[in-house]
């Protein structure tokens, strides 16, 4: 059975400061689909970790396997923080797919339109079981 502090801290939890509710500041706060949701979702959770005052209590050099977790979490953010750059890219494709006029050209930015979004969507999912695969890892 619970304590009455532990129903206290529950009852406080519930009322004034939830600590499972995650604001994803990368989404707009529209309907978005669940799998554009999941990644979001994902990558807010790295970001939330990086970003706590726990991170700095860590001896990231303390031995190699610290090292390598350091590394590959800030690999994984910096690809996260310049989605932007491959974002634009692949919409600039679209815009001058959808701008077409009937030409020869169409065929090639159809083309490089779905490479684009192909590559984009292969290196999300990669870098998500990269972040799955040490998702032990991330508490302090």
Known sequence: MKSLKDKLYYL???????????KIKTLPPTWMDEDYLL??????????FMSGPGIKDINWECDNEHRQLWKE?????????????RESLESE???????????????ELLDKSRHLQSKHL????DML?????IRHSLWT
Request: charged fraction near 35%; glycine fraction near 0%; aromatic fraction near 16%.
């Open 12 to 22: 406080k939890c519930l009322l004034f400061k939830r600590y499972n509710v995650l």
């Open 39 to 48: 990644v979001h979702a994902n990558f807010a959770v790295l970001e939330y």
């Open 73 to 85: 979490l800030n690999e994984i953010r910096d690809w996260w923080n310049h989605r932007s750059y």
């Open 93 to 107: 494709a679209n815009r001058q797919w959808y701008d077409h006029q009937e030409t020869p050209k169409e065929k």
């Open 122 to 125: 292969q290196e999300e999912e």
């Open 129 to 133: 079981i990269r972040l799955i695969k």
